[in-house]
C-alpha cells in the first residue's frame, strides 16, 4: 500500500525580474515552505517527488534537507503552464479581462496551447509510474494547483468540468493511498497548513 501526500508549491514571486516565467518563492511561500516541513517531518516520508519548476522544487528543498533525502524530478508533474513566457497567478489571468477568464476557464491546457487529452494523460502516466515504482511507501510530490485536481479527479472518477469547483491551496496537502491510480482511495483534499496570503502579497 502507497501513501501518497500532493503537495502544492508556496507562493510564488509574480512578476520575479529574473525569472518571470519560473518565479521562485515568495518570501511569504518561502516561510510557509519551511513550516510545511517541520509539520510533514513526524510524517514517515520516505521519498519526495518534485515537477521540474521552480516554486513546486523551492517548496520541496527545506522537507528534504530536514529528511535527507533528494527530491527526484519528473516532468509530468509541471503545470500546465510550463514552458509559457511569463507566470501569471489566477488572480492576475481574472483580471485581464472577462474574454481571456473565460478562456481559461473553459479549459485551462487550452488557454496555454496544450492538448487537453495529452496533458491530462502526461500527469497520469507520470503519476502512474511513481505509484509503481518500489521505492518508498509514503512519498511526497510536490506539484501545482492544475496537476494534483488530474490526479485527484483521476482517482475519485470524476470529470475535468470539476476542476473549478474545489480549490487547492498553496502549501495544501491532499493525501491518497492505494496500489495503483485505478484502485485509489482519496483520504483528504486541500489540508491548508498554513495561512493564506494577505491580499499584498498576491
Known sequence: ???LLLIRHGLPHEGHPGQPHDPPLHLLGRRHAQRL?????????DRI??????????TAMPLARKLGLTPEIHDG???VDHGTGRYRSVDTLRAEGPERWAEFV???ARFF????AEYEANVLQTFESIVADTRGARIAVFSHGMTIKTIL??????????FGRFT????SVSRLSGRALSDMRVDSVNESLCKPAPASAQ
Open 1 to 3: 500500500m502507497k501513501r
Open 37 to 45: 516541513a517541520r509539520q510533514l517531518a513526524a510524517d514517515g516520508i
Open 49 to 58: 517527488v518534485c515537477s521540474p519548476q521552480q516554486r513546486a522544487i523551492d
Open 77 to 79: 508533474l509541471a503545470e
Open 106 to 108: 473553459a479549459s485551462p
Open 113 to 116: 496551447g496544450k492538448d487537453p
Open 153 to 162: 479527479c483521476a482517482a475519485l472518477g470524476v470529470r475535468e468540468g470539476l
Open 168 to 171: 487547492i491551496a498553496h502549501c
